[in-house]
């Protein structure tokens, strides 16, 4: 038995491997022949601004990978949280179901008060202002919960790293 979840394992590692460079590459195609093809093109009511012809192109890529990360995600919590109840909680002394769900439960947090408290201020875009408040929460939120995700992350890297130290001090 171990050894078919051993090959499922693999499979599974080398079909994300695969996804991975079939992202990439296309990300790499589009992108080149964004720059490469027609970009200098000058925007017809202001020419000071140029409107490059694969415009199109790349934002429907970008929003395809949005969806697809956005669905892939979905996928992955829920599936997440239904493992979560089926153990018993604890996987090699390491408490599996807790972590999930503080994991999942500080990013929704985070999320949620880093729109309530993102800012409103209207913005000069293209020369104009720009100031519908939800997309300008909407920005704000997805820029600082990164960041604080960040910093969250090489925190708990950190703390991970201090183990041993924190062992020899706790004996």
Do not use: C, H
């Amino acid at each position: 038995m171990k050894k078919i979840k051993g090959i499922a394992k693999m499979d599974e590692e080398r079909i994300s491997q695969r996804i991975l460079y079939v992202i990439v590459a296309l990300s790499v195609i589009v992108f080149l022949a964004f720059y490469l093809i027609g970009y200098d093109m000058p925007f017809t009511d202001n020419t000071a601004f140029n409107a490059p012809m694969l415009t199109d192109v790349l934002l429907g890529f970008m929003w395809g990978l949005l969806a697809l990360t956005t669905l892939a995600s979905v996928f992955a919590v829920v599936r997440g949280i239904q493992r979560a109840n089926r153990s018993e909680g604890v996987t090699n002394g390491i408490p599996a179901r807790k972590i999930t769900y503080t994991t999942y439960g500080v990013t929704a947090l985070i999320l949620i008060l880093t729109f309530i408290f993102g800012s409103t201020q209207a913005m000069i875009v293209n020369g104009q202002n720009f100031t519908d408040s939800f997309w300008l929460r909407m920005t704000d939120m997805f820029v600082n919960s990164s960041l604080l995700l960040l910093v969250l992350a090489a925190g708990v890297v950190v703390f991970g790293a201090t183990r041993y130290y924190r062992k020899e001090r706790m004996k």
